[in-house]
């Protein structure tokens, strides 16, 4: 079964700080994967997409990498801000062209 | 700019009303989609429609029914509303099938 497992549920760093959200999925074939920040109140808003031949690709502090063998994604991100408190919500796309969504991560950055 | 926006950020009904849900988008985009996220779930497709007039089934369309009359209007309906239906409902349009695609705020509908 087609599944994207997101890791870990949620978060909590302090201001400035770095941190890497998990994403692996089950997902075959795969085309692509990207990953949506939402924030509280709003719908998602795409950050990056990630292809088969990529393995890393950056959005300002934003870094996704991608290692297609071992079906894993990551995206970390650099000195976080305040307003980087949301969630991150990782979707793999299929040869099929169908969606598979991962539950999320809430993470919440503090002062 | 694409805008996609929705009728409603919050939405109360009683079991067995029938709610409407309204999507507008304003850059002409082919694809439509109406999701349900829920917490620890993520977004799970309802339905989605690919032209005018055009529908299909997502993963859970049990419980729901869409419209789309014009281009740039996606309607759900919950024909009889059931307390398992209390969720946020977010739209969403693509130029592609499968391109990126843009979200409007959501609606937050409890059913009571």
């Known amino acids: 079964k087609n599944q994207v497992e997101q890791s870990p549920q949620s978060l909590i760093i302090l201001e400035g700080k770095n941190c890497t959200l998990q994403?692996?999925?089950?997902?075959?074939?795969?085309?692509?994967l990207r990953w949506y920040k939402q924030d509280t109140g709003r719908g998602p808003v795409s950050l990056t997409i990630m292809t088969f031949s990529e393995n890393t690709k950056s959005n300002g502090r934003y870094t996704a990498t991608l290692d297609a063998d071992t079906k894993q994604s990551s995206l970390h991100i650099t000195a976080s801000q305040l307003s980087d408190s949301a969630s991150y919500i990782c979707?793999?796309?299929?040869?099929?062209?169908?969606?598979?969504f991962g539950a999320g991560t809430i993470l919440r950055v503090k002062s | 700019d694409v805008k996609v926006t929705q009728s409603s950020r919050y939405l109360v009904k009683r079991t067995g009303e029938k709610v409407f849900l309204e999507c507008v988008q304003d850059?002409?985009?082919?694809?439509m989609f109406w999701y349900r996220q829920d917490p620890g779930l993520g977004l799970r497709l309802i339905y989605f429609s690919y032209d005018v007039k055009m529908k299909e089934k997502g993963d859970i369309p049990e419980g729901y029914s869409v419209s789309r009359e014009k281009k740039e209007r996606f309607s759900l309906i919950l024909e009889s509303a059931s307390t398992n239906q209390t969720s946020m409902y977010l739209c969403?349009?693509?130029?592609?099938?499968?391109?990126?695609?843009?979200f409007g705020p959501g609606t937050r509908l409890t059913v009571l």
């Open positions: 994403c692996n999925y089950t997902v075959s074939p795969f085309s692509n």
């Open positions: 850059m002409d985009h082919e694809n």
């Open positions: 969403a349009s693509s130029l592609g099938a499968y391109n990126e695609q843009f």
């Open positions: 979707v793999v796309k299929d040869g099929g062209n169908k969606l598979v």
